[in-house]
């Protein structure tokens, strides 16, 4: 039989059929060769007859690991932002972006509490992030407006859900699966680092695919790499990199610069390029952390 791992736990591994759970010891071989499942692996595995047990056989081929929490096979984050309260800090949608640039899967923005937004702010947001790369999805928990939409960009894939507490990570959830019951207004406590070690991710099955339960604030913490770098995960600035007059142009202070003349004619959203300045420059402070 064939499963999706959701869960590890000292030594059994939880594997989701789409029709049962089956509690799963790996054969010993794994743990010589290295090669021991993770959460979100494919696999195949030799079910007890009668029993929801079994042993794993095989690891099928995994399409991408992350490491903070450990999961096999992320197909994409998810940031959730509420479009009234709490306000989004954009720089975290942009940090979230970087991490899914890096990490090379999908960004989705899903902006939450819609039945609140005006329609200014909807405006700004999307024009903000229209030429990011990443997907956006207008959606209300408490309504049910676009829960079709955020269900279908959920099923047959493992997405990574982060996000502020209380913009309605566990509401959107238990809209979508209302099995799962996460406590409204709970979620938010297993952010706590001490209380939920990511190693233990876990997944949700939620609309056809699984979401990782560990609201993944992991996702949002910057990791130290080449500012110069930075400008390559910007979807925006790909038309004008390499028209500025120094080659090594980091586009911030420098003459003839090709991404600052595309945000005074409004090409790159300001706002965009703003944080990019900021995120830069949070970049150079790691940078110099670590060689003090
Ligand atoms: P979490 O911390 O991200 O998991 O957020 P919760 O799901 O616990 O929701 C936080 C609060 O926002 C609760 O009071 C919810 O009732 C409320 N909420 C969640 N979704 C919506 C929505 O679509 N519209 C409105 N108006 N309120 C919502
Ligand atoms: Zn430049």
Redesign the pocket.
Same mark, same amino acid.
């Given at each position: 039989m064939n499963g999706t791992i959701v869960k590890g736990i000292g030594g059994f591994y939880y594997v989701d059929t789409g029709d049962a759970v089956y509690e799963c010891r790996a054969r010993g071989l794994f743990r010589l060769e290295q090669n021991t499942p993770l959460v979100g692996d494919f696999v195949e595995f030799l079910p007890e007859e009668g029993k929801l047990k079994g042993y794993i056989t095989a690891i099928g081929e995994r399409r991408s690991r992350m490491l903070r929490p450990q999961v096999a096979n992320v197909d994409q984050f998810a940031l959730?932002v %509420?479009a009234?309260a709490p306000r989004p800090g954009p720089l975290l949608c942009d940090k979230l972006l970087l991490q899914a640039a890096l990490a090379k899967v999908a960004a989705l923005i899903v902006i939450? *509490?819609?039945?609140?937004a005006s329609k200014a702010f909807l405006d700004a947001f999307s024009a903000e992030y229209a030429s990011s790369g990443a997907k956006m999805l207008f959606?209300? %928990?408490?309504?049910g407006f676009g829960l079709d939409q955020l269900a279908a960009a959920l099923k047959g894939r493992i997405t990574c859900f982060a996000?502020?507490? %209380?913009?309605? *990570?566990?509401?959107?959830i238990?809209a979508l699966a209302p099995g799962v019951s996460? *406590?409204?207004?709970?979620?938010?406590k297993k952010t706590d680092r001490g209380r939920h070690t990511t190693r233990h991710a876990e997944l949700l099955r939620v609309a056809g695919g699984y979401v990782v339960d560990t609201?993944g604030f992991s996702l949002l913490e910057l990791l130290p790499m080449d500012p110069a770098e930075l400008c390559q995960y910007y979807p925006e600035m790909k038309d004008f990199l390499g028209q500025c007059r120094f080659p090594d142009c980091q586009h911030r202070a420098e003459p003839d610069c090709a991404v600052k003349e595309a945000v005074e004619k409004g090409l790159i959203p300001e706002g965009r390029y703003g944080r990019y300045l900021q995120l830069w420059a949070e970049l150079k402070e790691l940078e110099r952390k670590k060689y003090d």
């Open positions: 959730v %509420a009234s939450n *509490k819609c039945d609140e959606v209300s %928990a408490r309504t996000g502020q507490s %209380a913009v309605g *990570k566990s509401s959107l238990n996460l *406590k409204v207004g709970g979620l938010s609201p």
